[in-house]
């Protein structure tokens, strides 16, 4: 079944303690972003990729790495979580960069940090 | 200002009736826009996408619709059904890789 996948889905951690949200695409998607939803704002892009080894902000990115080593993978990375990342994570994936492509969703990480 | 507004905030409706959502968009040059269902804890659903040349599209009960000069869009569900309960969301692109969000309107069907 070709999906987005993300793990964790629920994390609850403390301020400072460096944490890895990853995420998977089995469609063989060139490109690849990060999301996060907070009520009221709706969906804000943090960062995106359009192929491996190519990354560029979006336009949250403050707080968060992420890197793509392989074309499938592509983790977020919270080096020191701050309880203002509190939120709920998408990653989503499309077959190109161009605006005509459909992005493809995961089911979203839950993310608390105290 | 948000450059893409949605209207209503959430709407409260009985099932089997039609109910319309708008969507108004300032971001240009405008490439297309797209309508997202989402499901309460689960990640968005793309419904349907529309360019600029396009005035309505339709996936089933959904139609959509365009006004590319007034930059209004809008999405009507015909004869809700209690699953059509979700949160919906507009998406506007203007080219680049960086899509502008809605803040989506929250659909309730009551039986």
């Known amino acids: 079944e070709a999906q987005v996948t993300q793990n964790p889905r629920y994390l609850i951690t403390v301020t400072g303690k460096k944490l890895t949200v990853t995420c998977s695409q089995n469609m063989n998607h060139e490109y690849m972003s990060w999301y996060r939803q907070d009520p009221g704002l709706g969906l804000r892009q943090i960062y995106y990729s359009m192929n491996v080894e190519v990354t560029d902000k979006g336009d949250v990115p403050e707080g968060y790495k992420v890197s793509r080593k392989e074309k499938r993978n592509f983790p977020l990375i919270l080096e020191s979580p701050s309880p203002n990342q509190t939120s709920l994570y998408f990653c989503?994936?499309?077959?190109?960069?161009?605006?005509?492509?459909?992005?493809?969703f995961g089911p979203g990480t839950r993310l608390t940090v105290t | 200002k948000n450059q893409v507004e949605q209207s209503p905030q959430s709407l409260i409706i009985l099932e089997g009736k039609n109910c319309t959502l708008q969507c108004n968009y300032t971001v240009s040059p405008f490439s297309n826009l797209r309508w997202y269902k989402q499901d309460t804890g689960r990640g968005p659903v793309s419904l349907t996408i529309?360019?600029?040349?396009?005035n309505t599209k339709s996936n089933g009960r959904y139609t959509a619709t365009l006004d590319a000069d007034t930059k209004q869009s809008s999405l009507h569900i015909t004869a809700s059904q209690l699953s059509d309960s979700a949160s919906y969301i507009c998406?506007?692109?203007?080219?680049?890789?960086?899509?502008?969000f809605g803040r989506g309107t929250s659909l309730i069907v009551h039986p």
């Open positions: 529309m360019t600029f040349s396009e």
């Open positions: 989503a994936s499309s077959l190109g960069q161009g605006a005509s492509y459909e992005q493809y």
């Open positions: 998406v506007v692109r203007v080219g680049s890789y960086i899509p502008t």
